[in-house]
């Protein structure tokens, strides 16, 4: 079983930042897929940026150009720094790791982060 731990969340004025950090428990080095999802009240959970097997990058298009994903494989982390945040970011955001081989889905719990002034 693989644990993920977030933290980071809060809750910060419009065009404030915040960084997620995500710590798996075991090593990141051979992943499908790593990364972060969030959901807001009423909606759907949806992508928001993740690391491929490729160690290429995909993000939200709503977020392209003021979030980044970066990662520290000794650290088996996951990073998301947030930029010039706004309310429609409001929600609670996720890690997500899938394994390769079962392509095992693993999430955290959850970190809530609220765009408000």
């Known amino acids: 079983q693989v644990q993920l731990v977030e933290s980071g969340g809060g809750l910060v004025q419009p065009g404030g930042s915040l960084r997620l950090s995500c710590a798996a428990s075991r090593s990141i080095l051979n992943i499908i897929s790593m990364g972060w999802y969030r959901q807001a009240p009423g909606k759907q959970r949806e992508l928001v940026a993740v690391?491929?097997?490729?160690?290429?990058?995909n993000y939200a298009d709503s977020v392209k150009g003021r979030f980044t994903i970066s990662r520290d494989n000794a650290k088996n982390s996951v990073y998301l720094q947030m930029n010039s945040l706004k309310p429609e970011d409001t929600a609670v955001y996720y890690c997500?790791?899938?394994?390769?081989?079962?392509?095992?889905?693993?999430w955290g719990q959850g970190t809530q982060v609220t765009v408000s002034s």
């Open positions: 997500n790791l899938v394994l390769p081989g079962s392509f095992s889905m693993y």
């Open positions: 690391f491929t097997s490729g160690g290429n990058t």
